[in-house]
Nanobody, 124 residues
Framework: QVRLVESGGGSVQAGGSLRLSCVAS????????IAWFRQAPGKEREGVAA??????RLRDSVKGRFTISRDNTKNTVYLQMNSLKPEDTAMYYC???????????????????WGQGTQVTVSS
């Protein structure tokens, strides 16, 4: 059974940092892309960052502030978020997608397995 569990969310002031963790189980972690998405109230879910074994992809608005990494020995993906802004406030989800020769993607519709999310709130 595929399971993705996020943690690390919280409330911080603008300019602060948080590190989110996504622990995966129930599937072959090394053969999947793992991505972070976020959804703010009243807005569509959007891709934030994704990682393969050798590559990462970040949405433009978080480049230079967020970093995604993975520890394959712990089946865990991290999202380090620095210089947080109020517009980063959202529920953050991690998701998994089999690699199977497909490109690294930030498209919501391409990911089938999702965690329950962790809330990030950034105050000004």
């Amino acid at each position: 059974q595929v399971r993705l569990v996020e943690s690390g969310g919280g409330s911080v002031q603008a300019g602060g940092s948080l590190r989110l963790s996504c622990v995966a189980s129930g599937f072959a972690f090394e053969s999947h892309y793992i991505a972070w998405f976020r959804q703010a109230p009243g807005k569509e879910r959007e891709g934030v960052a994704a990682i393969s074994f050798t590559a990462t992809r970040l949405r433009d608005s978080v480049k230079g502030r967020f970093t995604i990494s993975r520890d394959n020995t712990k089946n865990t993906v991290y999202l380090q978020m620095n210089s947080l802004k109020p517009e980063d406030t959202a529920m953050y989800y991690c998701a998994a997608k089999p690699i199977r020769g497909s490109p690294l993607s930030l498209m919501v519709r391409e990911y089938n397995d999702w965690g329950q999310g962790t809330q990030v709130t950034v105050s000004s």
